[in-house]
């Protein structure tokens, strides 16, 4: 079971607009309220897919497995596909030397943001995410299906919402109890994110487009 949800951990952990959205709020004029509403925001949406998915998986590994390899091998193959989809459209998004790159809407209001917006903000991307929507389900899949009892699933669920947002949630704890000493650091690491970000999740992607795929592959010979 480990070895299904370790490598999916790094696809959640690694989300280069999350971590922009999450280091710009620190760094705007309300950066405590804000940023640890977004982080809130953030953190439920994951743990409502991880719970929602953990369920269904539970569900259809009591349900009995009829046609079970089948049924993963489509799966697997609609997250390689997906992951080659985000693949493409983080490279297209990369920054370009001499191009210049219009704003979001949501970068362009980070110093106007209030709380309730930002938890939206998490809310909105943690949750309306292609990724997170197929990839995710590998996790509660495992962990429902791993026949871990309830303590377990419990256990395993919290860790993964811990591990997997933790690039979020970091961040925004060592700003707000270490402000002085952060602010450099955040400025570096949002600087590094908008030049390496698209490029590294673009890698990242096209690992795990392999990786589902040969599942897949595995599944229907």
Do not use: C
Request: no cysteine; proline share 7%; charged share 10%.
């Amino acid at each position: 079971m480990l070895g299904q949800i370790l490598p999916v951990t790094l696809v959640v952990w690694f989300s280069p607009v999350p971590v922009t959205a999450a280091t710009l709020l620190l760094l705007s004029s309300h950066a405590r309220s804000v940023a640890s509403s977004y982080a809130a925001g953030w953190v439920l949406g994951i743990t409502v897919y991880v719970v929602g998915y953990t369920l269904l998986g539970g569900a259809m590994a009591a349900a009995g497995p009829p046609s079970a390899p089948l049924l993963i091998g489509v799966f697997d193959a609609v997250v390689a596909v997906t992951m080659v989809v985000l693949a493409i459209s983080s490279w297209r998004g990369r920054p370009r030397p001499g191009r210049s790159e219009r704003q979001p809407g949501w970068m362009r209001g980070i110093d106007r943001m209030r709380p309730p917006a930002a938890l939206g903000l998490g809310l909105v991307f943690s949750i309306f995410s292609p990724t997170h929507f197929t990839v995710l389900a590998t996790v509660g899949a495992a962990i429902g299906g791993g026949g871990l009892g309830a303590a377990g699933e419990v256990l395993a669920g919290v860790l993964f919402v811990l591990i997997g947002t933790s690039s979020v949630t970091a961040p925004v704890a060592f700003a707000l109890l270490a402000p002085e000493r952060a602010a450099v650091p955040l400025r570096r690491l949002h600087e590094w994110v908008g030049v390496h970000g698209n490029t590294m999740a673009t890698v990242m992607f096209i690992v795990f487009a392999a990786d589902f795929g040969g599942k897949a592959i595995g599944a229907f010979l």
